[in-house]
């Protein structure tokens, strides 16, 4: 049983670069979302979505971007990484009134 | 708006009970969860409990909800090593909308 897998689970950037995370779910959910974890922050939802094709933003969006073209797959952004998005990240996944389920969670640290 | 509170740390020596306590404001709660975070690891559901009851029980597991104070509780009986790990309370809205406290993390006293 896979769930709610992160790919990758580790990585360092540079200040400037992008990269793209992905969350996978083999569950047929519907909603989706994004979240960073922070010490002493709690969870902080970055973005979310409730069905292929449309993305929301959260509480924390600005400096990620989201797609969602197939149901089973989240893609979290960044464009031009900053130090401030030095984090843990962590991806989501529920069907509609129901719990979420989470992933392993992605390390990333800007330098 | 919305908002989850809950005490960032609690010590309980190995073999006691555990009490994590929550409060919340959201009036149109449907359910409410607890989470556990191992280190290194992402939230798994522990236990939920619907809005409309008072008190549910799973094994080790006791949830209170006390919906007129907006008070929620989770006890551990019988706490262990392997029950060390940061408690995340979470509110569920007829929106469908999570807000999740910022955890409490619980250390194990030999």
């Known amino acids: 049983n896979a769930g709610v897998t992160q790919t990758p689970k580790f990585r360092v950037l540079k200040t400037g670069q992008s990269m793209t995370l992905l969350c996978a779910q083999d569950m047929n959910h519907e909603y989706m979302y994004w979240y960073r974890q922070d010490p002493g922050m709690g969870l902080r939802l970055i973005h979310y979505s409730v069905g292929e094709g449309t993305t929301a933003k959260g509480e924390v969006p600005d400096g990620y971007n989201v797609s969602r073209l197939k149901k089973q797959n989240f893609l979290l952004g960044l464009e031009s990484a900053a130090p401030s998005q030095t984090s843990v990240y962590f991806c989501a996944s529920s069907l509609a009134g129901q719990p979420q389920h989470f992933g392993d969670g992605t390390r990333l640290s800007i330098l | 708006g919305e908002d989850v509170e809950q005490s960032l740390f609690l010590s309980v020596r190995e073999g006691d009970s555990s009490v994590i306590n929550c409060t919340y404001t959201?009036?149109?709660?449907?359910?409410l969860y607890w989470y556990k975070q191992e280190p290194g690891a992402g939230l798994q559901l522990l236990t939920y409990i619907f809005s409309n009851m008072d008190m549910k029980q799973d094994q080790r597991l006791t949830v209170l909800l006390n919906k007129k104070d907006k008070h929620l509780s989770l006890r551990i009986a019988d706490t262990q090593t392997g029950d060390s790990a940061i408690y995340f309370c979470a509110d569920m809205n007829r929106d469908d909308k999570i807000i999740f406290g910022k955890g409490t993390r619980l250390h194990i006293l030999p």
């Open positions: 959201d009036s149109s709660s449907t359910y």
